[in-house]
């Protein structure tokens, strides 16, 4: 198999984004939640961003990471930064992942809380609507957001498992873990975030190369 794609996400500071970049990462993620220790302003966004080369210039496809966004904000974001990915992360259906998608001409991934068999189902209802889908562990009962919980579910579970659509698996990954989890899953792409901080919000930069390199290495 190919390497799978890489996109570190929850970026908030020059040194875990140069990093990124360095590391030659496919995509490098934001998060515009502000009850997020990883969120972001986009003008905070768009001052990160600058300088960093756009994907037709050889940089990393820039993904913005949203909680049940209304048109507003999204809107706010969009006039300040490009995006060429919208995350969703929420409790988003599918009609308005098609919303979202047709309304700003953006491709869209939806992630899906893992964490049973069952939660492999709801897959289909999404399949014709987004682009692609981040598989991530379900977040504890007393979570106060949908992911960036530093947990990882049952990989067993997606052993034979086909996705009708591209996909990405997240939740609990770390430069140690993530090359075992890339072969029991084949996943075709991964996201991490609090598996490369050293404090919540803050990159290791020696981490991201980690990371990088045990992906690489499969």
Known sequence: MS???????GLTEEDGLDAAVEAGVDMIGFVFFPRSPRAVTPAQAAELLDGVPY???GGPLRVGLFVDPD????EAVFNAVRLDLI???GNETPERVEAVRFEFGCEVMKALPVGGPADLAAVGAYADVADRLLLDARPPA????PGGNAQAFDWSLLEGWESPVPWMLAGGLTPETVEAAVRLTNAPGVDVSSGVERLPGIKDPE????FVRAVRGV
């Open 3 to 9: 390497a799978p794609l890489i996109k570190i996400c």
């Open 55 to 57: 994907p037709d210039e």
């Open 71 to 74: 048109d507003a904000t999204l």
């Open 87 to 89: 995350q969703l992360h």
């Open 142 to 145: 007393d979570a106060d957001r």
């Open 207 to 210: 981490r991201i190369a980690r």
